[in-house]
């Protein structure tokens, strides 16, 4: 029995930015009130844990435990959670949804305003750590998941509970990058059948998106991307057409887009995480209707450039989308579900598996491209 006692378990510590991550045993406390704490099955490598890694300025902070795609086991649970009990299988998601704030009632947001969205060192509820190493210092968590370890703590608001049927290595993916894709398309953009998408960078998330345009009945999915490799892997999920910026001529890309379109598209995904390719995304929108989504994340700082006359003018829009708009307790059962009836397709996202231990040879992959997805497992 381990309910109510520190557990000693393995964890990947991320002690300095851009340094190999330190396989070690640490120590996981008791979950408090309104935390559970899971056994990590298998957890994914998204590109923000790669991000955070190398980054030598605040919000980055060592030593971390980083993480945030993965799916577990309840292990115990705090005081005063009921919605999940020891052995169930549940999805921690970056993004809480208390249930019961304004924004977590509407159907129209995914932005909890009980715990702000935040890059914090800290639990939400409580602001402190469940994790030391066995010198007893302090390892900070990584956006209320943490899931480079064998065990983490969460908070109630950021667990969705899953059936255990679902095979590990594809639930995980729910946890950020194909809900934050296949959601920008479904309930940010809203994408309709027939309609014309185009998505600016082919990685894992601008993938994600044409998997949820294709389920949305788009018709043609235009994908750009300088990276010619990324064509062929684009393919196979759905994506029609291709565009290389370094090919369009003297043209800017956004007018190939609109010649090819014949007047622009009706949505446009920035899923680099350039600010001044949002402008592109948006110059390749249709006037009258067409819709500049942002799915990437660029430079804190970074800022957007539109003239307001053109903005005024040309009856567009730009969206910002997190999480996809998902309400992770919500919409994650519906995507599932979809996925039990192979509606939606994830098979092609893993392009690596390997054990936990290895975990910097998955940094390495992804860090040089070569890698949508790759599973560590337990
Ligand atoms: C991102 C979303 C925007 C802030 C950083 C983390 N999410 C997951 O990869
Ligand atoms: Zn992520």
């Not at 994600?208 to 043609?220: F, I, K, M, Q, T």
Request: charged share 25%; hydrophobic share 40%; net charge neutral.
């Amino acid at each position: 029995q381990t309910r109510g006692k520190p557990i000693r378990c393995r964890a990947a510590v991320s002690r300095k930015a851009g340094e190999p991550l330190v396989m070690e045993e640490v120590m996981v406390a008791p979950p408090m009130a309104g935390e559970v704490r899971i056994r990590i099955i298998c957890t994914s490598l998204c590109h923000s844990d790669l991000t955070f890694w190398k980054l030598k300025e605040p919000p980055a902070c060592f030593p971390r435990i980083l993480g945030h795609e993965a799916v577990g086991v309840v292990e115990s649970v705090g005081e005063n959670v009921t919605e999940v009990a020891e052995g169930d299988t549940v999805l921690p998601i970056f993004i809480p949804d208390c249930g019961e704030c304004m924004d977590c009632r509407s159907e129209k947001s995914n932005l909890c305003s009980k715990f702000p969205f935040e890059i914090s060192p800290w639990l939400p509820r409580h602001k402190s750590s469940r994790f030391t190493d066995l010198k007893g210092e302090v390892l900070y968590h990584f956006l209320n998941v943490s899931s480079f370890s064998e065990y983490t703590v969460v908070d109630i608001d950021n667990i969705t509970k899953i059936s255990p049927a679902i095979p590990p290595n594809k639930a995980c993916l729910f946890s950020c990058g194909v809900s934050t894709g296949v959601g920008a398309a479904w309930r940010t953009a809203k994408v309709e059948k027939g309609s014309t998408v185009v998505i600016f960078g082919l990685g894992a998330i601008g993938l994600a998106v044409a998997e949820g345009a294709r389920l949305c009945g788009a018709s043609r999915i235009i994908g750009v991307d300088t990276n010619l490799e990324k064509f062929d892997v684009a393919k196979k999920f759905g994506v029609t057409e291709f565009v290389n910026p370094r090919n369009c001529g003297d043209k800017p890309v956004s007018q190939a887009i609109v010649e090819m379109t014949d007047g622009g598209a009706d949505y446009c995904f920035e899923c680099v995480g350039f600010a001044s390719l949002v402008q592109d995304a948006f110059a390749s929108c249709r006037k009258g209707w067409g819709k500049a989504i942002m799915v990437g994340v660029d430079k804190p700082g970074a800022m957007l450039n539109f003239s307001s006359v053109e903005m005024l003018h040309c009856g567009k829009s730009v969206m910002g989308s997190i999480y996809g708009g998902l309400k992770p307790k919500s919409h994650i059962p519906v995507l599932l579900q979809r996925l039990v009836d192979k509606e939606l397709n994830v098979d092609n996202f893993i392009t690596h598996e390997m054990k936990f231990e290895d975990i910097n040879k998955a940094f390495d992959l992804l860090a040089k491209g070569k890698s949508i997805r790759c599973v560590m497992w337990m």
